[in-house]
């Protein structure tokens, strides 16, 4: 009875000490009111997430210090407010320890220890089961009850493979207990009918750690390596680790385990149950998950005074503490979406944060925090929390006689993106062999990585992503431009540097590139003029000419011109052999000066294809030629090693089939 008394008075305090304050949110929205709690005792709610979104919310809601009453209510992404449902106690009985919430299979059930019964025997579990949503709930009493007295601390009942539970306690006699049940079909093991509840004792043999009815927790983990995890407060009996901190046991899962073999006392046949074994000295505080990346354990290091994760190895290994907050905090609460982020929710000073790690815990974001303490002025007493599969994620907590959801997602607890304040700096000289460099210039917002991308006239080099580029003979004439993308785990921005100009060389009989590549033109020649009208455009320019292909020089890279041959014009018709005998019939460059849409040469084909819309490649000799036909003529790439290395048009007449355009690439390579 007498943790009754104790809680009967810390409602009546709470009542009496209670302020008007208002709940203020620094994060994620305007907190929700969804009820009145003036009991304010921590742990007192229970969250879950559907894949929607949506909340579902069950919390020990007293609107007078001797009021009973459980409460729930579900709240869309998006809602302001909620009507409670009531889910009120068996008669002369009360509600203890924090409620559970689980969903399965459309249906919602809400677990609750109930205590203080007139006829002992129906002190036990009750579970609520809604088919609708959360609407209305049906109550089967004592569902779940191996506490021979009813005085335990009843830990939240967790999911099991199957439609199957499990539940937890630890209990004056200084061991944790745990049963395996069935959510579908739930047993009665009430006191009522059985002298002999089939329950699993997890501390039977020395060390026999003292754990009596302090903090602990269990969770499931039922991707990968499944398991049950179990972690206790001990009692300060002698050299570490019972000089105060944390034991745990670890029962594995398979689809062939039995809710019998999980109801089994450690040691005896059956059980899959270890001992109780240590995890470390000066912690306290337990809360524990799995997911995705496993299970893990969220605890206060009362020597450093900082609130620390800790990764569990199945069957026996925790991993080294790492740092979630530089604060001692109370009322944590562990959850994992479907990628297998991992959310902590806690309560210290600074009012409720929210934590948040993509690395399986190595690392963490925040704590940032949702729900400000007001100086210490609003009293949150009480949180919990959830996230679902896609990352949506709720938290309910008590303040001042009021209960309160407040949604969030990661992003609440990230740190804003890298804001650039000085944009990075090409140095060196501007010259064909020889190497740039660029600077990462100034950010704000505590980048943790960069990344780099150099660009010849705005169009990013493939394969050229480091901080220093060496200048080629294909630069010349072009702008170099170095764009620097710095990231946190907040997100990235990108800034680019002022363009270098990298100039052309004299060379006689090589002059620098002119004109662009637009509709049928590409420089001077244009596709259908003849082989005596591209000489007189390129007069200037030296010519390494074949009988039926020219090749002008240009600085840095000159223009090749292919024209009509027998060869080529016996796929066409008499009339369009006579169109184009003798005619320009394509042309191509690696100059890249030019540009086809926007395609240079040097950018990647991933990119150019993506632009272009090329269709399936041929492949001649060591480079791959891809075709993009358009409505007045073909677009004509060359690529080497996933690179572009030239750009040419030309006439649509040849590249009506795979056919014709096989016999005009091989016409002229």
């Given amino acids: ?117 007139t006829n002992a025997d129906l002190n036990g579990i009750d579970e609520f089961v809604s088919t609708d949503g959360g609407a209305t709930f049906t109550l089967t009493a004592n569902a779940v009850s191996f506490l021979p ?132 000295c000066n912690t306290d505080t337990p809360a524990v998950a799995g997911g995705p990346k496993g299970l893990g354990l969220l605890e206060n290091n009362d020597t450093k005074e900082t609130t620390q994760y800790r990764a569990f190895l199945p069957p026996s290994t925790f991993g080294p503490p790492v740092t979630v907050s530089a604060q001692e905090s109370s009322n944590p609460s562990l959850s994992q979406d479907g990628t297998g982020g991992i959310y902590a929710t806690m309560i210290n000073d600074a009012g409720l944060q929210l934590a948040y790690s993509s690395t399986g815990g190595a690392s963490w974001s925040g704590p940032k925090t949702l729900i400000s303490n007001n100086g210490g002025l609003l009293n949150i007493d009480s949180a919990a929390s959830s996230v679902s599969a896609t990352g949506h994620g709720w938290t309910a907590y008590a303040a001042n006689g009021k209960e309160y959801a407040q949604p969030f997602d990661k992003a609440d607890a990230l740190p804003p993106p890298p804001v650039n304040t000085k944009p990075p700096v090409i140095k060196g000289t501007a010259k064909a062999g020889k190497k ?13 990585g960069y990344s780099y991308q150099w660009n010849r006239d705005g169009t990013p080099l493939a394969g050229a992503t480091g901080s220093t580029y060496t200048v080629t003979i294909l630069d010349e004439g072009t702008a170099l431009t170095c764009t620097v993308t710095a990231s946190n785990p907040g997100g990235e921005t990108s800034a680019t540097s002022k363009g270098l100009k990298i100039p052309v060389p004299f060379v006689e009989k090589c002059p620098a590139a002119t004109g662009g590549i637009s509709g049928e033109t590409l420089g001077l020649i244009r596709l259908g003029m003849t082989r005596t009208q591209a000489h007189h455009e390129y007069t200037r320019s030296s010519d390494r000419g074949k009988q039926y292909e020219d090749f002008f020089c240009l600085t840095p890279i000159g223009v090749r011109v292919g024209y009509g041959s027998p060869k080529l014009l016996r796929i066409l018709t008499k009339s369009e052999r006579k169109q184009l005998e003798n005619r320009v019939v394509w042309a191509s460059t690696s100059n890249p000066h030019y540009a086809l849409d926007g395609v240079r040469p040097g950018e990647s084909l991933a990119d150019a294809s993506v632009r272009l819309h090329t269709e399936a490649p041929f492949h001649i000799g060591l480079n791959y030629w891809y075709l993009a036909r358009k409505s007045n003529l073909t677009a004509v790439l060359k690529v080497r090693h996933g690179t572009v290395e030239e750009i040419g048009i030309a006439d649509n007449s040849l590249t009506k089939t795979r056919v014709t355009q096989r016999v005009l690439m091989n016409s002229f390579f």
């Fill in 436 to 448: 740039l460099s660029c600077s990462e210039g100034s950010w704000t917002n505590s980048p943790t």
């Fill in 1 to 117: 009875m007498w943790r009754r008394w104790c809680r009967l008075l810390l409602g009546v305090l709470a009542a009496v000490l209670v302020l008007s304050l208002p709940v203020s949110a620094d994060a994620a929205g305007a907190p929700i009111t969804i009820g009145a709690n003036t009991l304010e005792e921590a742990s007192q709610a229970a969250v879950a997430v559907d894949s929607s979104g949506t909340a579902y919310i069950a919390w020990l809601a007293p609107s007078t210090p001797s009021d009973t009453e459980m409460d729930f209510c579900k709240l869309a992404p998006g809602a302001s407010s909620c009507a409670p449902v009531g889910l009120p106690s068996p008669t002369s009985a009360q509600f203890f320890d924090p409620p559970s919430v689980l969903l399965e299979g459309g249906d919602v059930y809400v677990f609750e220890d109930v205590d203080g019964a």
């Fill in 149 to 280: 007295d009813g005085e335990g601390t009843v830990n939240p009942v967790i999911p099991l493979p199957g439609s199957n539970i499990g539940v937890g306690a630890v209990v004056p006699v200084g061991n944790p207990e745990f049963q395996a049940n069935s959510l579908t079909s739930p047993l009665d093991y009430s006191n009522a009918t059985t002298a002999s509840s089939p329950v699993a004792t997890l501390n039977p043999s020395a060390p026999a750690y003292d754990v009596g009815n302090l903090s602990g927790q269990f969770a499931s983990q039922l991707t990968g390596t499944m398991g049950v995890l179990g972690v206790f407060r001990i009692i300060e009996t002698g050299p570490c680790p019972a000089s105060g901190g944390l034991v745990y046991a670890y029962a594995p899962l398979s689809a062939s385990t039995t809710a019998g073999e999980l109801s089994t006392t450690t040691g005896a046949a059956g059980s899959p149950w270890t001992a109780l074994a240590g995890v470390d």
